[in-house]
């Protein structure tokens, strides 16, 4: 067996290491409910994703899965009543994805929000420097793939700031306005300011 650990600059492996035991902890907790992982997966980002990116192809990236895989995830939250698919009002062959009043009422049982009770007890600063350095190792190993990062709509080189503070922001892209809640959103289109 070959070993990383050599080969790897100051505390990479660990970093490494601790990456791992997280991904496995957020696989075990994402067995709550009755559900899999990937039906969580799925719940998460509908609960957060933008009106532009509430599709099968965009969950599909999102979750680097095969569109197979996410068709059958898909199918399986439909059965249990937790989402609801329906044909796009402008495009009647594009299909736009939701969560039912029973999906979104089953977030709070979502077992990785254990993470945000331990976020809580960290410091602001520590928080912060988690937060931007998740980020960028995130950016980072999806660009290896050509993965998009799926960020947030208000950090976007796109997004444009109603500087009145009246809420009428606006999306220089898709050139559609955009409200307070969809800033903090993310967006299958997103990148980085
Ligand atoms: S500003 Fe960026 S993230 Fe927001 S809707 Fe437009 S493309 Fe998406």
Redesign the pocket.
């Given at each position: 067996m070959v070993s990383t650990q050599y080969c790897l600059p100051m505390n990479d492996d660990e970093t490494l290491a601790m990456i791992g035991r997280l991904a496995r902890i957020v696989t075990h907790d994402g067995h709550a409910a009755g559900l899999k992982p990937a039906q969580w997966e799925a719940l998460r980002y509908l609960a957060r994703a933008?009106r532009?990116s509430n599709t099968p192809g965009a969950l599909t990236a999102y979750l680097g899965a095969t569109k197979g895989t996410v068709s059958q995830t898909l199918m399986a939250l439909e059965r249990a009543g937790l989402v609801r698919k329906s044909a796009d009002a402008a495009d009647r062959r594009s299909v736009r994805l939701e969560l039912t009043a029973a999906g979104a009422a089953l977030l709070p049982q979502d077992e990785t929000l254990r993470f945000a009770e331990a976020l809580s007890r960290m410091d602001a600063a520590q928080r912060e420097a988690l937060n931007e350095g998740l980020a960028a190792l995130l950016k980072a190993r999806l660009a290896a793939d050509g993965g998009r990062t799926f960020g947030l709509?208000r950090d976007?080189r796109?997004?444009r700031r109603d500087m009145e503070g009246a809420g009428r922001h606006r999306?220089a892209?898709?050139h559609v306005p955009?409200s307070d809640e969809d800033t903090a959103r993310i967006?299958v289109?997103?990148e980085a300011a």
């Open positions: 933008n532009f709509c976007c796109h997004f999306c892209l898709l955009l967006c289109e997103q």
